[in-house]
């Protein structure tokens, strides 16, 4: 197996691995290793079922079962379908669930730990996913700023309807029967302890962070407003090329990601998604 950076300061490449293979435990640990250290990793060249994807999946953790009842795999609910492939004339997959940054689950009391995409077809031009990594955001803020927020809470939505920054995909119409569904928003630090590697990560994102609890609108949005202008510097973002067989997993705990669209046509890109069980932020 190698691995191969992908950026200065996270992402990598694994090449010459056959996931279904891997049993022995010191490559898989490897891998896990890897998963740690680079925050992005993408295993080059696969070709898995879903219950192959299921089994290498668990290596990270249990499976979550994403929120929305739309877009499963119908015999794997396990497994979500992001695609832009129409079947007699309906949508199969989700076409751009996640077109603004985010990090997975953050509107979960127990958010995810990592969210794994396979690669099935690639379009030639666009759909690529991007990457920030949040430790580096973090680390950049000034010290003032870093000890302004390391106690700050941060109020946390699936539904699209209480966030003015975001828009409801056309997909979903009025988007209330896939947002507005009653699901409780949540709270979480705005800075998190990384519960493996301990490193602090800026843990706010456009899509779910309504407000900083207890601050009053105006001034919780400015300063939201400040850690997403830090979080979206470009020398902190990863932008991903999909190659068919791309397995792609991300740590949700130190990354926020988001989905860049603009497939060109008649491009189809369509990918099987597997969410891993997190612990509750610190
Ligand atoms: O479609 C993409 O590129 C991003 C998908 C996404 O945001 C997700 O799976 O959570």
């Known amino acids: 197996m190698q691995i191969k ?3 200065n300061t996270f992402g990598a490449e694994i090449i010459d691995v056959n996931i279904p293979n891997l049993t022995d435990r010191g490559d898989l640990d490897t891998i896990m290793e890897a998963f740690l250290a680079y925050q992005v990793i993408v295993i080059r060249n696969q070709k898995l079922s879903p219950v192959e994807q299921k089994k290498f999946s668990e ?4 499976l979550d079962i994403h929120i929305s009842s739309k877009n499963k795999h ?5 497994l979500l379908i992001l695609s832009n492939k129409k079947i007699n004339g309906e949508w199969i997959g989700a076409t751009n669930a996640g077109d603004e940054w985010h990090t997975d689950t953050q509107y979960m009391p127990i958010p995810s730990k990592c969210t794994m995409l396979h690669a099935l077809e690639v379009p030639e031009e666009g759909g690529e996913t991007a990457f920030i990594n949040t430790y580096a955001a973090f680390e950049a803020l000034p ?10 809470k941060g109020v946390n939505s699936w539904n699209r309807l209480k966030n003015p920054r975001v828009k409801i995909p056309k997909q979903h119409g009025d988007g ?5 569904i009653g699901h409780p928003d949540v709270i979480h630090p705005i800075v998190r302890s990384h519960p493996e590697t301990g490193r602090p990560a800026l843990y706010v994102s456009p899509r779910h962070t309504l407000f900083v609890k207890g601050m ?3 001034e919780s949005e400015e300063l939201l407003q400040e850690l997403f202008s830090v ?12 190659r068919l ?3 792609l997993i991300w740590d949700n705990r130190c990354t926020l990601h988001k989905g860049m669209g603009d497939i060109k046509a008649p491009g189809i890109r369509h990918l099987h998604r597997t969410l891993m069980a997190g612990s509750v932020p610190v």
């Open 5 to 7: 950076k992908l950026t």
């Open 59 to 62: 290596e990270f953790g249990d």
């Open 74 to 78: 119908k015999d794997h609910p396990e």
């Open 143 to 152: 010290v003032s700023t870093q000890n302004k927020i390391r106690d700050l």
């Open 176 to 180: 209330k029967s896939v947002y507005d």
């Open 216 to 218: 009053p609108v105006k």
């Open 231 to 242: 979080q979206q510097n470009p020398q902190i973002i990863y932008t991903h090329k999909w």
């Open 245 to 247: 067989g791309d397995v």
